[in-house]
């Protein structure tokens, strides 16, 4: 069945620097989701992916879908500590569920 | 806050035993989805009703079974529980009726079986 590949699984950063993480499918995707959960939360969305090669940005997240529709990331620029969490992609083929990675985990060290 | 209601927030229970979960979704929204959550798992799909109907079935097992009613909250129940069956239980809702709209998630119901 579909799968959706996260990488990194855990990412340990020191405030300002920068974090990256990586979302790969293993069949073409019609559209991609990122989530973000905190700590002890609930997952909540962060913004979808549709296009090929679309890129947007919400202030210091810099979200890609591939050409190929294949694969995603999710780029933070200068880290703070609020951006602490796990950061989960999520995959849908046509009308099938969305399948979810097992999300990066976010430690920002002040 | 989401909008989304689950309730209970915590759950402890024996093996062998039967819970009901709840769930009430946003105002408006008529698809409701279950996932699990377990550290090693990420988040699974489990099932979605739309309007009252299932729309589509995930990794559920036989154990657990699901509706949504008139009023479109909905129940998870979990029986012949298993200690591998600890996990977060996460209800999420969405307006429409495809699987890929945006969905807003509850607090989760933390289900610890001992």
């Known amino acids: 069945g579909q799968q959706v590949m996260q990488i990194p699984q855990y990412q340990h950063v020191q405030e300002g620097e920068d974090f990256t993480t990586y979302c790969n499918s293993s069949t073409t995707l019609s559209n991609i989701q990122w989530y973000k959960q905190r700590p002890g939360g609930h997952p909540v969305f962060l913004i979808q992916l549709v296009k090929s090669g679309e890129v947007k940005k919400q202030k210091r997240l810099t979200f890609q879908f591939g050409e190929a529709k294949k694969n995603s990331s999710l780029h933070i620029t200068a880290t703070q500590t609020t951006d602490v969490g796990t950061y989960f992609c999520a995959g849908r083929r046509g009308n099938t569920p969305l399948v979810f990675g097992k999300g990066t985990r976010l430690s920002v060290i002040a | ?114």
């Open chain 2, 1 to 114: 806050d989401s909008g989304v209601t689950q309730t209970p927030k915590h759950l402890i229970t024996a093996t062998g035993q039967r819970v009901t979960l709840r769930c009430s979704p946003r105002s408006g929204d008529l698809s409701v989805y279950w996932y699990q959550q377990s550290l090693d798992q990420g988040l699974q799909f489990l099932i979605q009703y739309y309007n009252g109907e299932e729309r589509a079935k995930g990794n559920i097992l036989e154990r657990f079974s699901a509706q949504q009613f008139p009023d479109l909250h909905s129940e998870l129940n979990l029986s012949s529980l298993e200690l591998g069956d600890s996990a977060l239980y996460f209800c999420a809702s969405s307006p429409g009726r495809l699987l890929g709209t945006e969905a807003f998630f509850g607090q989760g119901t933390r289900l610890t079986v001992v």
